[in-house]
């Protein structure tokens, strides 16, 4: 159980393109979704957290504009990453934080398999 | 501001030697640290978890320990097997802020055949 999917797992686009990565959380309801940036070598550094219904909290110095974050639903986060740069270029993990009431997952986040976007 | 920082950034094994990946962390006020393991290319895959009220935690050749006061944790491996050839990152939550994970950079372990 506690399964998180990102899709997709793959984005070639153009530099000025926007690109959609969508963050499901599969057999659990998660009211917060968190959304993760790894650049090579480096380690994960959280850009947002999402909140179902609710406004995204941004990290000092990530772009609100720039990724747009939707929590529409218990299952479903998305980010948007708007005319895309190269140096947008990265590996975009998110993770998802279980509601206590819907589910026996607690105290821990349920991280996706990753996304890697390639801006050319 | 919470620093995780993991020693050694890489290490090479023969298959079957016992070894010790090290994470310390800033501030002590925490609320667990969580041991992930990342295949290239791929995401977090949960190894061991420890609340701040643990010493240690164990699930197979896994062992990780905590030390809040001296801010460090560590994470052993017994009798290592090529198949635990991986990027092993650590991760501390706060206490004022239990749902940000602040990671470290990684240990990247290669056990050879």
């Known amino acids: 159980g506690a399964v998180v999917s990102q899709h997709p797992s793959r984005v070639i686009c153009k530099s000025g393109t926007s690109v959609k990565i969508e963050c499901r959380s599969l057999?659990?309801?998660?009211?917060?979704m968190f959304w993760y940036r790894q650049f090579p070598k480096q380690s994960l550094m959280l850009m947002a957290t999402?909140?179902?219904?609710?406004?995204?909290?941004?990290e000092q110095g990530i772009e609100k504009d720039k990724f747009l974050i939707n929590h529409a639903s218990l299952t479903l986060s998305t980010l948007t990453v708007t005319s895309a740069h190269p140096e947008d270029s990265s590996f975009y993990i998110c993770?998802?934080?279980?509601?206590?009431?819907?589910?026996?997952?607690?105290?821990?986040?349920?991280f996706g398999p990753g996304t890697r976007l390639t801006v050319l | 501001k919470q620093e995780v920082t993991q020693i050694p950034a890489a290490l090479s094994v023969p298959e079957g030697e016992n070894l010790v990946l090290n994470c310390s962390f800033t501030?002590?006020?925490?609320?667990?640290l969580q041991w992930f393991r990342q295949d290239p290319g791929k995401g977090l895959t949960s190894l061991l978890l420890?609340?701040?009220?643990?010493r240690e935690q164990t699930s197979g050749r896994l062992n990780a320990s905590l030390d809040k006061s001296s801010g460090r944790s560590t994470l052993y491996i017994a009798a290592s097997q090529p198949g635990d050839s991986a990027t092993y990152l650590c991760?501390?939550?706060?206490?004022?802020?239990?749902?940000?994970?602040?990671f470290g950079s990684g240990t990247k372990l290669n056990v050879k055949p």
């Open positions: 993770s998802a934080s279980a509601l206590f009431e819907t589910s026996p997952y607690t105290d821990t986040q349920y």
């Open positions: 057999d659990f309801q998660a009211t917060t």
């Open positions: 999402s909140n179902e219904g609710s406004k995204a909290t941004y």
């Open positions: 501030d002590s006020a925490i609320y667990n």
């Open positions: 420890i609340q701040s009220s643990q």
């Open positions: 991760a501390v939550r706060g206490i004022y802020n239990f749902n940000k994970f602040y």
